[in-house]
């Protein structure tokens, strides 16, 4: 009977060289699979090629896998998604509310959560038409509640302002994710550019058929950026939430 031939030997008794035994052992090495890697490979895959790009496929060939095995640990992309933006949202964490600071409490969460947004490309997409039932998101919409009804706003105020809320903040980012991402490093001088062209060309429409976007064509560019812009909003927003307060906060004060 013939001797079997050792692991560590290759046929003729010749050790086998120590170089193919590590590259060896390097190539059974896998990491397993699992939910948090799916997920994990899903937000770099958001983050670096886009949400129009992000496919259960995609993702397996990120893993180094065939895209049937993912089904075991996600059902589908729209869940997928819903993990990924439950893991954005973790760590996440809400002030005590205070019924004296309430409208500051909300400004800060709302600009905390814009910027959770902008560092991660793709996730406000991907938020749109979501329902954010995940345990973070949960957590997310009760503190926001919180301090709403730490305002004193009536209930059907205090819950319809959370979607209200929810919406700007999201649209807001999906918005410069479109506006600036993509053409690459030069979008902001591109759009720049296009803004004084259209300005240029409002200003040359006939006075007596648009007056008004005549005479608005300065601030209607006004330089001051996506933020301006959006701090903007944001005070329009918590104003009006204001009139709704049995608190009746000074105006001044917002």
Sequence with gaps: MAKATARNEIPGGAPVPPWERARKAKAQARTPLSQEAIVEAALRILETDGYDLLSMRRVAAELDTGAASLYAHVANKDELLKLVIDRVFEGVEFPAPDPEQWVEQLREMMRGTRRILQAHPGIARAMLGQVPFGPSGLRIVEGFMAILRAGELPDRAAAWA????????????????????????????????????????????????????????????????????????????LRGLASFSRRNPDPARL
Excluded: C
């Design 162 to 237: 959370g979607d209200v809320i929810s919406l700007y903040v999201v649209a807001s980012v999906f918005e410069d994710d479109i506006r600036f991402s993509q053409h690459g490093e030069t979008s902001r001088e591109e759009v720049e550019t296009w803004a004084e062209q259209m300005k240029s060309y409002i200003k040359s429409l006939p006075v007596a058929t648009f007056p008004n976007l005549v005479a608005l064509a300065d601030p209607m560019f006004e330089s001051g950026g996506p933020e301006g812009r959006f701090e903007f909003g944001l005070d329009l927003m």
